[in-house]
């Protein structure tokens, strides 16, 4: 009955994570998956999120309503957007919490092509390989823009420019406000000014995916093009994950906002995102939605847990110091600043795939073979053996 079901080969970033776990040399290291982990080698949980559980507690939980706990929309608007930012007040903002970031883009994937049928959708180049299947399997025809330049491991800014000024209206651009998956190469508030002026002439849909609030600067410049884009009025839609800053992976914790450009059509766009909801999923999970509305609300747990989170942004940036330390120790006439410049818990390490295959069979340390490092799975008990196996490659 089911022989014509075409093969599924597998998600490559969960392949590895499956080699990895069958390789018995007691040495190995994974740098692959997008987790964060402390400088003992384990994910944590932060303290203001420990507390708000326990306040929880795991007693029985009724279905939330299907765009979500109202007041986790409330406080994931004010994250976002600034606690005073005026749009705020103005009913246009549509806030639906949904099954952590991929939730969001799913959701506001299918909203954009039901409704503005002839949409055609980029990513950069690269990206989070799930963009493209998110948007495909919503029914999008997905090309990508020229992003990141493997000779400078920087930004093709001009090219980026020059490929926006060529699309059509309406068309949807994926965009990451801050520490982009995979480069960690990010755009400067000039660069942003510069490519919002062009979403804007052009009427362009900006789609900001946010995975990663409070990694990159702070949360408040880390949110710098979502709320230039909001004073400019575009037609933004913006996804966020609690996934990694409140350690909610598995519970499933993010949002979909939507600027529209009045109150009545914000009615109209929430309705039909409750519509979808309801004929997919009919509510998002509790658990999580509560425990960050919980830390968002209460003003000393919000500070402590932003607190923590720059806790990692900063052994992040430690991280990536002492690897740019001594591969320019060892290897003194490269040039590895890109290390330090890039930012979140990814970096575009340059490395080539045979490269990265050598760091796999020589030194059992596990990258994706686009060269992507999750920094964030590096300590002080494997930076030495990684730095040197790097340095060793990089010859
Ligand atoms: N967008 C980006 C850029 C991501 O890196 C991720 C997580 N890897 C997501 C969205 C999805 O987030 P979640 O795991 O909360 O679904």
């Known amino acids: 009955m089911y022989q014509h079901v075409q093969h599924y080969a597998g998600d490559p970033i969960l392949s590895l994570v499956e080699t990895f776990q069958n390789d018995p040399r007691p040495n190995k290291i994974s740098l692959a998956i997008g ?30 309503p299907m765009e979500g706990h109202a007041g986790f929309r409330t406080e994931v608007a004010k994250l976002i957007l600034g606690a005073d930012n005026p749009v705020l007040t103005e009913n246009r903002v549509v806030v639906v919490q949904t099954l952590g970031g991929s939730g969001a883009l799913k959701l506001g994937a299918e909203f954009i092509h039901r ?8 990513v950069s180049d690269p990206t989070w390989d799930n963009h493209r299947g998110i948007f495909e399997g919503a029914g999008f025809e997905v090309g990508s ?32 406000p801050c520490c982009h998956n995979p480069t960690g190469v990010d755009l400067s508030p000039e660069q942003w000014d510069t490519i919002l002026q062009i979403v804007a ?61 009045n109150a009545a059509e914000a009615e109209l766009v929430l309705g039909q995102m409750k519509l979808n909801v309801r004929h997919i999923y009919s509510s998002p999970p509790a658990q999580g939605g509560l425990i960050a509305y919980y830390v968002l609300s209460n003003k000393e747990l919000l500070i402590q847990w932003q607190t923590e ?31 330090i410049k890039q930012r979140g818990m990814f970096s575009y390490t340059g490395l080539t795939v045979a490269q990265v295959q050598r760091l796999r069979d020589e030194f059992a340390i596990y990258l994706l073979d686009s060269g992507r490092l999750c920094v964030a799975g590096l300590n002080d008990g494997n930076i030495d053996a990684v730095a040197d196996a790097m340095a060793a490659v990089f010859k």
């Open 145 to 176: 823009y020229p992003y990141y330049d493997a000779n400078t491991i920087g930004v093709r800014f001009t090219q980026m420019c020059a490929f926006f000024n060529t699309l059509p209206e309406n068309t949807v651009v994926l965009l990451h």
């Open 35 to 64: 987790i964060y982990f402390d400088n003992n080698g384990k994910m944590p949980l932060p303290n203001s999120v420990l507390t708000a559980e326990k306040q929880i507690g795991f007693g029985v939980k009724s279905y939330l």
């Open 309 to 339: 989170v720059y806790e990692m942004r900063d052994r992040i940036r430690q991280m990536r110091q002492k690897l740019y330390d001594v591969l320019s120790r060892r290897l003194p006439e490269k040039d590895f600043s890109y290390f």
């Open 201 to 261: 002439e052009r009427k362009l849909i900006p789609f900001m995916d946010m995975a990663y609030q409070g990694f990159g600067g702070d949360f408040d410049s880390d949110a710098y093009a979502i709320r230039k884009a909001v004073a400019m009025n575009l037609p933004l839609f913006a996804s966020c994950s609690f996934s990694k800053n409140m350690s909610q992976y598995g519970q499933r914790v993010g949002a979909l906002l939507v600027l529209a450009p």
């Open 115 to 122: 409704w503005l049928p002839q949409t055609k959708m980029y």
